[in-house]
């Protein structure tokens, strides 16, 4: 990691509503990390994601239960016994202002859509169903996962588990390039809650309903890029985002994540000028 400050953003302070993520501190390996589930990897949907869609579009769902986490107050929606998945997150959300801020539940499937064609592999799948006479957005409930919230604060800052010394530097790219994601998205809302970690420090991102306005300010500062993920960024087009998720939003919010790219290029330039090639983090280990 020579020539890397960026080890410094697993230790990602959330303030405000907005919740940015901001500089800390070093990271210094755990001795006692967090104890691992026995099925540790939650990301069960790579390689089949699929089969995953199609079973949240038409398994049949045997209960709906309260999630007493959340301001848009989503479901949990239980399937038999024996399926592909136990449950999915429900969340019939209208497209309008609620308390302030644009919501839909379109930008939850245009966020997994996007996610798709980035090759990120941190928004789980989620599809268009209807329930109880609602359309909304289905979203494979992963598990087992717990939030930052209930880590009880940023993995990595001091009386907080963090991932093991060998799992520092993958834990680190994943930080970023949630970063990168959330500025290209406009994301307003990446707070504790919607940050999920598994037993295998996969780091899972969910509740995008916020996301997609034409909002042009960045949601993080970026003190480091992810090169691979910055390329299939660069690669974006209006053409390739027509087709990838022009079904959940309009032409207006689709430019907005093309000039947010442009802006991400001019801090990146910014940075490079400053840093030089640091700013990019090294190609992980084949």
């Not at 020579?2 to 500089?23: E, M, T, Y």
């Not at 609620?98 to 996610?115: K, P, Q, T």
Request: charged share 25%; hydrophobic share 45%; proline share 8%.
């Amino acid at each position: 990691m020579k020539g890397i400050p960026a080890v410094v953003l697993v230790s990602c302070l959330f303030a405000g509503s907005l919740a940015l993520l901001a500089q800390g501190p070093a990271v210094p390996a755990p001795s006692s990390p967090a104890p691992a589930a026995p099925d540790m990897c939650a990301q069960v949907w790579i390689g089949r994601a699929g089969e995953f869609e199609q079973f949240l579009k038409t398994a049949a769902v045997s209960s709906l239960k309260e999630v007493p986490v959340g301001v848009t107050r989503p479901s949990r929606a239980y399937f038999a016994p024996g399926g592909l998945a136990e449950s999915m997150a429900w969340k019939p959300l209208k497209p309008g202002i609620r308390n302030g801020f644009w919501e839909s539940y379109r930008s939850e499937i245009a966020a997994y859509e996007l996610d798709k064609l980035l090759e990120l592999h941190m928004v789980p799948p989620t599809v268009e169903r209807e329930v109880a006479r609602e359309f909304g957005a289905a979203v494979l409930w992963t598990s087992p996962t717990r939030s930052f919230k209930e880590l009880g604060g940023v993995p990595g800052q001091a009386g907080v588990p963090g991932p093991p010394s060998a799992r520092v530097a993958g834990w680190t790219r994943q930080i970023v390039r949630a970063k990168m994601f959330d500025n290209l998205i406009a994301n307003k809302d990446p707070n504790l809650g919607n940050w999920l970690v598994d037993g295998d420090w996969h780091l899972i991102l969910i509740d995008h309903s916020r996301s997609f306005t034409t909002m042009k300010t960045m949601v993080h500062r970026m003190d480091n890029v992810d090169r691979g993920l910055w390329d299939r960024f660069r690669a974006l087009d209006a053409a390739t985002l027509q087709a990838a998720v022009g079904r959940w939003m309009g032409r207006s919010e689709q430019r907005a994540i093309l000039e947010r790219r442009d802006r991400m290029q001019q801090d990146i330039d910014r940075l490079v000028a400053s840093r030089g090639d640091t700013v990019f983090l090294p190609e992980p280990a084949r």
